[in-house]
């Protein structure tokens, strides 16, 4: 999002409390303050959807500052007088907080169910054009690159018809990553970004190739199910490559 879009949803979140609490003063001899309270969680609630947290935790310190200002006695002052108002607006702060988390949550996990959504159709559909030999081997090399740089979120990725180096990083078939004979911890250290990293194109246990990964300008930590879904792409260009040899 951009910033300056992302800098007004925050100022917003900010002045919409302020404007709600506003409107209830006048009738607050007759709106019990745990209903008022109701509302502003659904402004909270508005704010978390968004996606930033910072909107979301700005309109729940808002929503509990306006809430004491209009709502409770004395009012007009950031005083709180009686307890039960007291405890209103300290639950207000901590569900608004509370249910912008769970919020924001939720966004990451149909962020997430998104994505993996959108690798498998990438496989299949890569599967497909191999079963039906629509694509040459190069054209099908080039769509599974991009595929690749796309679900590892790499800086490049190029194929090398060669077994080449051996003491690259390398991407075993099993997910694993082995550098020197040892294993790479990918979830904490994220991939290598000193080297090019080897991910081996096989079909019936035979390497017919590599993919050399480049990832050099940030550190990236794929989880277990996108390399799995990397190291599928490339053996769906072994199968290819293994049939055309054969």
Do not use: K
């Not at 991009?146 to 060669?162: A, P």
């Amino acid at each position: 999002m951009l910033t300056h879009y992302r800098s007004l949803i925050i100022g917003v979140a900010a002045v919409v409390p302020l404007v709600a609490c506003a409107a209830l003063a006048p009738f607050r001899d007759s709106v019990a303050n745990t209903n008022a309270a109701l509302g502003l969680v659904l402004v909270v609630v508005a704010a978390a959807a968004t996606g930033i947290r910072l909107a979301a935790i700005v309109a729940a310190v808002s929503a509990a500052a306006w809430f004491d200002f209009f709502l409770t006695q004395p009012y007009h002052t950031f005083a709180i007088t009686d307890r039960a108002d007291i405890e209103t607006a300290v639950l207000l702060l901590l569900v608004g907080v509370a249910v912008s988390e769970l919020a924001l949550w939720g966004l990451r996990q149909q962020a997430r169910a998104s994505r993996s959504h959108g690798y498998l159709d990438g496989v299949l559909s890569t599967a497909a054009a191999v079963a039906a030999g629509q694509s040459s081997t190069d054209a099908l090399i080039e769509r599974v690159r991009v595929e690749i740089v796309d679900v590892l979120q790499l800086d490049d990725c190029r194929f090398d018809s060669g077994s080449g180096e051996s003491g690259l990083p390398t991407i075993n078939n099993d997910g694993t990553m082995t550098r020197h004979g040892h294993t790479v911890n990918v979830d904490r250290n994220g991939l290598p970004t000193d080297s090019e990293i080897a991910l081996p194109v096989r079909s019936g246990g035979i390497v017919h190739g590599r993919f050399l990964l480049t990832a050099s300008t940030r550190v990236v930590r794929p989880s277990p199910d996108q390399i799995r879904v990397a190291i599928a792409l490339a053996n769906q260009v072994g199968a290819a490559l293994a049939a055309a040899r054969s």
